[in-house]
């Protein structure tokens, strides 16, 4: 790349790629746990017609903004200290295709380091599998894009886990916390259903050790949360599809199975601390959509 500072922050992607694809995931969720409810009737129905509606979309335009703190361990980022709790804000516009496992969208990152200036970053950024392409928007005369494969920064678990599991834990957490409904109202776009679901870190630890899923409960195990986590869900009532989540929460997520060998010789867990309120819209559902993928010639690892 043309430009070294950039190519290291595009490389430090794919965290926030991945923990966004997590939260937008729509991929096949299985039918829901037996077991008695704490929420009611009518909100569990709710959402098992929601994940069975968001199981039939192939393709989908999500918008999603986020703000927050952003706070690591045991990995280095560019100019960003560790152990410091740094301010954030996020956009995505982002086309994903399900069938094809394809999404291609644009991100602007903006951090605030204590005593620095903001950094910006904004990139075009496509996935393909297990490919993450990025590049500087304005790179002329032709793209220079970057190859990252999401398989070597993350395990091929935690690669596919995300996507698969988020509707899935929705409808464990269904089963196990209170659902509050706060009825029906109405927007431009029609009716709406507005459900919140709130989760503690005793009742993650309890979902982790009952699923029947070992992968997901792999996951859930490495989340650790620092204060309830607060999910809004805004469903169309004619559709049962999401309009919109908007999700609260302070959480850390350890990005490792195990503890590997630092530089010293210690245990190091990567970890990172998210503080976020993060709002993410679904529209044009199963909508035609042309998502390009980078030529070998165009892009280098």
Known sequence: MQYPTTKHWIAALPLLIVLLSACSGTTTAPAPPQGAPTGTDGTVLLLTKTVQAMQQVKTAHVAATSQGTLQTNGITLPALPQHQAIPYTLKLNSDISIPSQQEQGQLQLILTPSAQQPITLQVTEVVSGQKLYVTVPGNQPAPQWLVVDLARIFSQQQVTAGTMHALNLLMLAAQHVAVTDHGITQTQEGAVHHLTVTLT???????????????????????????????????????????????????????????????????????????????????????PLQITIPTSSSAQQ
């Open 201 to 287: 870190e005793q009742e993650l630890v309890k979902i982790a050790a009952t699923t029947t899923e070992p992968k997901l409960g792999q996951l859930l195990s490495r989340v650790q949360l620092q204060t309830p986590l607060q999910l809004d869900l805004f469903i169309h009532e004619d559709t049962s599809r999401l309009q919109q989540v908007i999700l609260k929460g302070k959480a850390t997520i350890a990005l490792d199975p195990a503890p590997s060998l630092g530089q010293q010789g210690g245990a190091v867990v990567r970890t990172v601390q998210v503080d976020t309120t993060t709002t993410i819209q679904f529209r044009n559902y199963n909508q």
